[in-house]
């Protein structure tokens, strides 16, 4: 079996003894695995299900419309492809088989000396998988876009509706999940919600425009310091976003979120629902766990060694999301942040280069960058080693940090100049409502399609209608 460059292009002769670097997953520590071992004598394959890199701490802005998604990705063969020694495959690995050193992708096996789990992770329901088409989920581009169309798609159909109690249902977004990315989202879309009311929707009041934040926890940012939660909380609300904390999500049906908490039940009746509040492993945790019996923690994460690898296979690794690493000095399991993600994917590289010429790297040992969270247009809580930085202060290390990690340099420039034509004229330059190609046939009879028999009914049960037929993914 060739294990390089499928035939098509056979590898140079020297490079048929290196040994195969096989990477799973293009994202954060995918893609710095790829910077590091690029030019270096191993050969490497990069496999991802998506063409491109992802950065996800910015699919909040892509959700409310501050950049278009082009802005956050860019394609992994252009960031790595022109490396000699790297090949990438576009599919998504099903199996593993570690005693034959194998992967499974398009219906292939494909062999391997050294693989690189980086698979990250996925939304969570919590076993209610049903909620995700109701409440689509921020984890991917299309996500992304789902949550801007419906909220874009409600604010049109509010501008055509008499009744004013079904306008302000139109009006009205449930965030679930008061994390970093339940935050971001939620003071993102009151934003947009209040400049896109005042200045270009005629019938639409202010006022009505309603965002609420729900959590079972009851402080925002539930992992930052209890100041900066309080300081975050209270910009929030400054900003007119209701926050429902110490609250459980109940049920989920369309157009309604029923919450329980000790202070009672209660129901919130909202056109545009999101999800940012579970969060699992890739499913290549489980498979590997059931191919090795590696243990995995509650939420699907692999335990690996000190070195990454799988207790028994050294030759397999897992970084980033996907695992579960405590061997921290105070033994607290990283983060499933960026950072972590990163400094582990460029670590295993770099001790894969050096155990090549027989030699060890000092174990790894994690930098904590710190942990922030953008609250709304200048305001963001930062925790720096100790030092809380509010406001815009905490907004200019954010952008800053954000532009820094960015790994494509003219997303860094698009990014930059967007930030600030959005700062300098609060206009924000994606707010194209896509994704439905079947709207283009409604064109000629305004907003909805003149066939569709749900034309007689309401608006906002018309809106909830389309969402059903979409799968939130
Ligand atoms: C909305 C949101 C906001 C966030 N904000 C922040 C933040 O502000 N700061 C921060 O530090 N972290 C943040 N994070 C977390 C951060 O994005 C993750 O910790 C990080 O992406 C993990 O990196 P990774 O390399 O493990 O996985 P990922 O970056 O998720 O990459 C996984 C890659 O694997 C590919 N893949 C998955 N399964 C397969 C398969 N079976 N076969 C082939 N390819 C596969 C995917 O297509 C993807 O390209 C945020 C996450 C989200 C969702």
Known sequence: MERFFLELDPPEQVMRSWPHVVVVGGGFAGLKICHILARQPVRVTLIDKRNFNLFQPLLYQVASGLVSEADIASPLRQMVGDAPNI????????????????????????????????????????????????????????????????????????????????????????????????????????????????????????????????????????????????????????????????????????????????????????ATICWTAGVRASRLGKLLSERTGCAVDRGGRLEVSPDFSIPGYPDIRAVGDLCSYSHTIDAKTLPGTAGPAVQAGGWVARDILARLTGQTIAPFRWQDLGTMAVIGPWYAVADLWGVHLTGLAGWVVWALAHLAFIPDTENRIALFSKWMWQIATRQRTALLITGRPDQHLGVDVGLFRAERPELSRSPGRRLLDEQHLLVGG
């Open 87 to 270: 090949q990438i495959l576009l599919g998504e690995v099903v199996d593993i088989d570690p005693e034959a050193r194998q992967v499974v992708f398009n219906g292939q096996h494909y062999g391997y000396d050294q693989l690189i789990l980086a698979t990250g992770s996925g939304s969570t329901y919590f076993g209610r998988e049903e909620w995700r088409a109701l409440a689509p989920p921020m984890k991917i581009l299309e996500h992304a876009d789902e949550i801007r169309r419906r909220l874009l798609m409600a604010l049109e159909e509010a501008e055509q509706t008499t009744d004013p109690k079904q306008r302000a249902f139109l009006q009205t977004v449930v965030v679930v999940g008061a994390g970093p990315a339940g935050c971001e989202l939620a003071g993102s879309l009151i934003e947009l919600m209040h400049r896109a009311v005042q200045r270009n929707f005629k019938q639409l009041r202010q006022s009505d425009c309603r965002v609420v934040l729900v959590d079972l926890v009851d402080r925002v940012l539930p992992t930052m310091a209890a100041p900066l939660s309080a300081a975050a909380a209270g910009h929030l609300e400054g900003a007119g976003v209701e926050l429902q904390l110490g609250f459980k999500v109940e049920s989920i049906a369309p157009g309604r979120v029923c919450l329980l908490g000790s202070a009672g039940a209660q129901q919130l009746e909202a």
